[in-house]
């Protein structure tokens, strides 16, 4: 009996160590307002992309792929990397995108010797106008 109780917790353990990225990665999918602007993206990971779903301040981006190719980092976890569009530069730029909590997502990027980070929180699945 001892036996059998020993092959059951191995067999959670190896699936809790192969399956725990997999469920913390998926909580970077969602709806997310960026701290500072009137602005709302849904990322998708399983599509590797995210999209504007509202904002308030330039409503023509809505729909806008904002982000693409997101991909899990192969040395951080909670940490992916992928292409950001930058509005004044009319092209994407590589960013890394990494979860400092559930609720807080951090897309940074760096231009030249400039490097910034954008904060997201995480928001309603559905944001509605005010």
Do not use: C
């Not at 059998?4 to 997999?22: E, G, N, Y």
């Amino acid at each position: 009996m001892k036996i059998k109780q020993v092959v059951i917790r191995r067999v959670l353990f190896t699936f809790s160590l192969l399956f725990a990225p997999l469920t913390f990665s998926a909580e970077v999918s969602g709806v997310w307002k960026h701290t500072e602007n009137p602005a709302w993206i849904e990322i998708r990971l399983e599509e590797g992309s995210a999209t504007v779903v509202r904002n308030d301040k330039f409503p023509e981006r809505i729909g806008r792929e904002i982000l693409k190719e997101i991909k899990a980092s192969d040395a951080k976890e909670n940490v992916w990397h992928g292409l950001f569009y930058i509005e004044t530069l009319g092209e994407y730029k590589r960013v890394e995108i990494s979860l400092s909590d559930t609720e807080r997502l951090l897309i940074t990027g760096k231009v030249g010797f400039i490097s910034r980070t954008a904060e997201w929180l995480r928001a309603d699945k559905n944001p509605t106008h005010e």
